[in-house]
């Protein structure tokens, strides 16, 4: 018995066919197939094929054999890719980690970066909270990440990429969308979205901007994704204050405005371990400048 005895067998079985089986997917003449299958039927001992006004039909004992056969075709498949893989030389591995939604705009930054040196390197991908991949960088999990500098965390080093403005996001039917840019004293009476402690330099940077303004808004929710924040904001017809990348996973019931006068900013970092001595990744921090808005 031979694989493409069972190749032959599969073919027929799922097409139903001698005729279909030898002219769409083996390649060859139906005789030819024919002679196979027999050969395949004497090899194994039993009918396995019984022909009917449907066309070719399994019998009990193709019906059997046939889950064998595709395990065995599947065993072979696999052990052939294995072959492959471990035939190519092993490509040295960069994990890159993104604050969850900021992926959307510097993913391709990334790798543009990373250039021509991408095709020589296995880039892997991870989106989180900011505490996790600060975490991540110190356990080395992760190479390098688009995150929050995150506090008491000495063995990590940050470089500011961006400075991103806070803007107001609201129901897409609320009061205040008449407006092209909002005093922050209008939310003073609305239901307030703020960061969890998993969001800590978010939650701290609206905390200072309110204070600023003399306003003491007690948060009715405080959450640590921006999917939690978009929905919150839609179903209980909150308000928030959220850095301006949001913009670009905000649902059709949700809208955003500027605020009136300086908003508060917060600063997007790419962070890395201080004992990371991955060459991958000194050359990226070599052009780190590119990234810098």
């Known amino acids: 018995m031979e694989l493409r005895h069972l ?25 030819s197939l024919s002679r196979q299958i027999r050969d395949l039927e004497y090899e194994v001992g039993a009918q396995l094929f019984v022909r009917s006004a449907r066309g070719i039909e399994l019998t009990d004992a193709g019906k059997a ?34 604050l969850s939604g900021q992926e959307v705009t510097w993913l391709g930054e990334a790798t543009r970066v990373l250039g021509s040196d991408l095709q020589t390197l296995e880039m892997t991908v991870s989106s989180e909270h900011s505490p996790d991949l600060a975490e991540g960088l110190s356990t080395g999990r992760l190479d390098v990440a688009f995150m929050r500098a995150e506090p008491n965390r000495p063995d990590l080093t940050y470089v500011t990429v961006a400075r991103e403005p806070f803007v107001v996001l609201m129901p897409s039917d609320h009061r205040l969308t008449d407006h092209k840019e909002i005093d922050v004293r209008e939310l003073a009476n609305e239901p307030f979205i703020s960061g969890s402690d998993v969001a800590g330099p ?28 978009m929905s919150l904001i839609a179903s209980t017809r909150s308000v928030a204050l959220l850095p301006a990348y949001a913009e670009k996973l905000m649902p059709w019931s949700v809208v955003s405005r500027p605020l009136k006068g300086e908003p508060p900013v917060i600063e997007l970092v790419v ?16 052009r780190v400048d590119q990234l810098k808005r």
């Open 7 to 31: 190749r032959y067998f599969v073919a027929v079985a799922e097409e139903g066919s001698l005729t279909v089986a030898a002219e769409r997917r083996l390649y060859t003449s139906q005789p």
């Open 65 to 98: 054999f046939l889950d064998h056969a595709r395990l065995a075709l599947a065993q072979v498949e696999a052990a052939r890719e294995a072959a492959r893989r471990a035939a190519r030389p092993a490509k040295p591995t960069f994990a890159v980690g993104f």
């Open 202 to 229: 978010m939650r701290r940077a609206i905390e200072s901007y309110l204070a600023a303004n003399a306003l003491d808004i007690e948060p009715a929710h405080r959450v640590h994704n921006l999917t939690m924040a």
């Open 271 to 286: 962070g890395y371990s201080k004992d990371n001595r991955s060459p991958i990744l000194s050359m990226f921090l070599s």
